[in-house]
């Protein structure tokens, strides 16, 4: 029900903006969290923004970089990246919040299949 756009390559200190486009008539009902998972490590919380787009709560390694907005008319959220780092290389995932901790990826649903962002130093 979701899909990821927008990665890419660039080079550290640089910027690049997720999309993350909801098919279906309930996206604006959800919480939408934005997850990431680089090679051999779990899955991580990157950030959240509730329903209405009013709230966000970021993980500390990305506060003050990185920034999640939403429009409810185009059933979109996006991940504003900026001062990007090597280690901000994973892919990327976008997912509806079904309740419980917002840094548990099974508090979540609706997947996108996820999206590569590399960051070269």
């Known amino acids: 029900q979701f899909v990821e756009s927008g990665g890419g390559l660039v080079q550290a200190g640089g910027s690049l903006r997720l999309s993350c486009v909801a098919s279906?008539?309930?996206?604006?009902?959800?919480?939408m969290g934005w997850f990431r998972q680089a090679p051999g490590k779990e899955r991580e919380f990157v950030g959240v923004?509730?329903?209405?787009?009013?709230?966000?709560f970021y993980a500390d390694s990305v506060k003050g970089r990185f920034t999640i907005s939403r429009d409810n008319a185009k059933n979109t959220v996006a991940l504003q990246m900026n001062s990007l780092k090597p280690e901000d290389t994973a892919v990327y995932y976008c997912?509806?919040?079904?309740?419980?901790?917002?840094?548990?990826?099974?508090?979540?649903?609706?997947w996108g299949q996820g999206i590569q962002v590399t960051v070269s130093s």
């Open positions: 923004i509730n329903w209405s787009g009013g709230s966000t």
């Open positions: 997912g509806a919040h079904a309740g419980g901790s917002y840094y548990w990826t099974g508090s979540y649903k609706y």
């Open positions: 279906g008539r309930t996206f604006s009902s959800y919480a």
